[in-house]
């Protein structure tokens, strides 16, 4: 009889753990989106929302799952985290740990304790108080893909802060630098580091077009490796990933944001592709099995990886020596029609 999972979502994410898994286990997934693309995938799917905590602790309570993996999102990452202290799932952090990461105020104040670059960043709205200077970034305490997310160059722009009615939010300075990713797997028998290179066209807080392998500099990377590694001890990491973007401008690196779960719109295709190793596969295994060695040959191949608003935008990639288009959810929404992953 196989073992039975719970992917707390039915996501991309969850999709890609589907394709992978499915022969091995008893897939179930959950979720309120019948869109989403591991709806139809996954041996069972449970329409109810896992944002709350308690419902999604009866559930899996009732269900006797042997695992349960979350999905690319904060929120099923927290609700798994929560889940899993309390009837002792694999693969997680203690909850305290997981909200502290994923909490914008939180991780930015454990950081800046312990001296890891940060941009400066103030909690109040009358920031200057706290001697930061405009421009500054608003961002809500829990936000993804940009949203509500702000920049503030003038008093007008002032003005608009003193208005918004968010409760909790982080002010953080201005950084006018390169933006990029880096991917730590966790592993007591070898850890391993993607760097990705991120680009923001056409929302400039939401990631649009990246590029992998990065091309920053040897020096640089060792400075956001030796961070990941003191981020590890301090919330006691010792599986699964850690996840941070960070901005880079002249020799300096400031992390602006961090996760324990997947990045988005298939930055595991783009790491699969760019560098031979299955980032789902090695995700899903944090839940499911005892650590191995990452056993790989590293190819690094330049990919690039492309979100597209309609269909005009991938024949526009004719020219493409190899693409492929990946959607993200099983119907197209207005705006969300999916991802291109090609090389030139």
Do not use: W
Not at 34 to 51: E, I, L, M
Not at 59 to 79: A, Q, R, V
Not at 191 to 209: A, I, T
Request: charged share 25%.
């Amino acid at each position: 009889m196989k073992k039975k999972i719970l992917i707390v979502g039915a996501g991309i994410t969850a999709n890609e753990i589907c394709k992978r898994l499915k022969k091995k286990y008893h897939i179930s997934t959950c979720g309120i989106n019948k869109f989403d693309k591991a709806v139809g995938n996954s041996d069972k799917h449970y329409f109810f929302n896992y944002k709350n905590h308690n419902k999604l602790l009866k559930f899996c309570k009732k269900g006797k799952f042997n695992f349960i993996i979350p999905d690319g999102n904060d929120i099923s990452y927290l609700s798994s985290s929560y889940v899993a202290e309390k009837l002792d799932y694999d693969g997680f952090e203690n909850y305290k740990f997981s909200k502290n990461i994923l909490n914008k105020i939180s991780f930015n104040t454990i950081c800046k304790k312990n001296n890891i670059s940060v941009p400066k960043f103030s909690l109040k709205k009358n920031f200057y108080s706290d001697k930061i200077k405009m421009p500054v970034i608003f961002r809500p305490n829990f936000t993804y893909s940009g949203k509500n997310v702000f920049k503030i160059e003038n008093k007008k722009d002032f003005l608009k802060l003193k208005k918004n009615k968010t409760k909790k939010f982080i002010v953080s300075q201005f950084i006018n630098g390169t933006l990029h990713s880096c991917s730590m797997i966790i592993n007591q028998k070898g850890n391993r580091f993607f760097f990705v290179d991120e680009f923001c066209n056409e929302n400039p807080f939401r990631v649009d077009f990246s590029s992998c392998p990065s091309i920053i500099q040897k020096k640089t990377r060792r400075i956001v490796i030796k961070n990941l590694l003191k981020l590890t001890k301090i919330f006691k990491l010792t599986s699964g990933i850690l996840h941070i973007q960070f901005i880079k401008k002249n020799n300096k690196i400031y992390i602006i944001e961090a996760t324990r779960r997947c990045p988005g719109d298939f930055y595991g295709i783009l790491i699969q592709k760019s560098y031979n190793f299955d980032y789902y596969s090695n995700y899903s295994l944090n839940f499911t099995s005892p650590q191995s060695k990452l056993n790989y040959i590293e190819k690094r191949n330049l990919f690039f990886r492309k979100t597209l608003k309609n269909i005009k935008d991938y024949n526009s990639f004719g020219s493409s020596k190899e693409k492929k288009l990946f959607l993200s959810y099983n119907k197209i929404q207005k705006n969300k029609y999916g991802v291109i992953i090609f090389k030139k």
